[in-house]
């Protein structure tokens, strides 16, 4: 088989305040990218700076992870919000993350939406159009990562803006591709070694295995492992371990594609 790589990424800087998520330092070791809280559905402006001056550090590339104005509900919340909200939402998340990376010599890789609005969005054309806008209007060379086989991947390639397909280490799927919601017993997975198993068959052969059995068939650029659970960093890891020993290369997204 020809050398194959993609993109390990995992949400950090969730705190808020004196509140921790998560250990991102022990994560950072396992992963090429990060999607580092912008302060809508969490983070704030102390731990936006040192998590891009911890990623900085490490040589893990930076994403923005945009969010609904939803602190209390962690973003995952759906919300009736307008097309131009959202828009405005985006880039305003966008602006204070690129700050500081300026900060700290570095810039943003990519942008990823968060919870609900990643989910809606998937699903609804005027949403990620929205979001695709946004990341355009950025006048910057910013890619948009969102679900494989998602309505991000047609508004991006309209706005001639580059996709990266998105697929989850610890997340149940559908049969048609999208991901079993939180609400359902099964759609988060904390056995690290079924984890890891799955993201080697997604990259090597194209191919995840939905709740009902069926096999979907996609091609990720980049693999999430969420930095918010118990068993992040043992998952991250093991997953970075089995997808070594398949032969893959682990590199940043822009390496990638």
Same mark, same amino acid.
């Given at each position: ?60 590339? =930076? ?78 060379? =910013? ?115």
């Amino acid at each position: 088989m020809s050398c194959v790589s993609i993109d390990m990424n995992s949400d950090l800087g969730e705190g808020f305040g004196v509140w921790e998520m998560g250990d991102d330092a022990a994560v950072l070791s396992s992963v090429s990218s990060a999607n580092i809280a912008c302060g809508y559905h969490a983070g704030d402006p102390t731990t936006m700076r040192e998590t891009v001056k911890l990623c900085a550090e490490r040589g893990v590339a =930076i994403g923005a992870h945009v969010s609904y104005p939803d602190l209390v509900g962690f973003g995952r919340r759906n919300m009736n919000c307008s097309p131009q909200e959202v828009y405005d939402y985006c880039l305003y998340q966008i602006g204070a993350l690129s700050a500081f990376c300026k900060a700290q010599g570095v810039r943003i890789q990519h942008v990823k939406p968060h919870g609900a609005l990643y989910n809606q969005a998937a699903k609804d054309k005027k949403l990620a159009d929205a979001i695709v806008s946004a990341v355009a209007d950025t006048k910057e060379e =910013i890619i948009l990562t969102g679900l494989a086989g998602s309505e991000f991947e047609g508004a991006a390639a309209s706005a001639g803006v580059k996709f990266a397909a998105e697929a989850f280490a610890d997340r149940a799927y559908n049969k048609d591709g999208s991901l079993v919601p939180r609400s359902t017993e099964g759609s988060v997975i904390h056995d690290a070694a079924l984890a890891a198993g799955r993201v080697v068959q997604m990259v090597t052969k194209g191919t995840v295995t939905a709740s009902d059995g069926t096999e979907i068939q996609f091609r990720p650029d980049t693999i999430c492992l969420h930095g918010d659970t118990r068993e992040a960093v043992e998952m991250a890891s093991a997953v970075c371990r089995a997808l070594v020993a398949a032969g893959v290369e682990i590199k940043p997204l822009r390496e990638v594609m």
